[in-house]
């Protein structure tokens, strides 16, 4: 069983920030890499950003310059800074990894998202 605990969405105005957080414990013995998708309804989940444990990071071209992914291997914990926010920026926001648990069987895991509003 692995667990996330997601924290951080909340309503901000356009322009304004936002710092999401993901935590991954449980049947865990390496996770690999750690993101974040986001949907909105009645659209597919989109990706966002990833960082591998070596801190290699992608992103995808909408927030490049405005979001800020991190890690702390040691927590298992992945963060999204997400800067100049815009409406379009609405959406829920997913956490996700690649989990290699103790028994050795790798799998992606997702947390249970946590809602980001950009409204004026």
């Known amino acids: 069983q692995v667990e996330f605990v997601e924290s951080g969405g909340g309503l901000v105005q356009p322009g304004g920030s936002l710092r999401l957080s993901c935590s991954v414990s449980g049947n865990i013995f390496t996770v690999y890499d750690m993101g974040w998708y986001r949907q909105v309804p009645g659209k597919q989940r989109e990706f966002v950003t990833s960082?591998?444990?070596?801190?290699?990071?992608d992103y995808v071209d909408s927030v490049k310059g405005r979001f800020t992914v991190s890690r702390d291997n040691a927590k298992n914990t992945v963060y999204l800074e997400m800067n100049s926010l815009r409406l379009e920026d609405t959406a829920v926001y997913y956490c996700n990894a690649r989990v290699m648990s103790r028994q050795l069987i790798e799998d992606t895991y997702w947390g249970q998202g946590t809602q980001v509003t950009v409204s004026s």
């Open positions: 960082i591998t444990v070596r801190g290699e990071k």
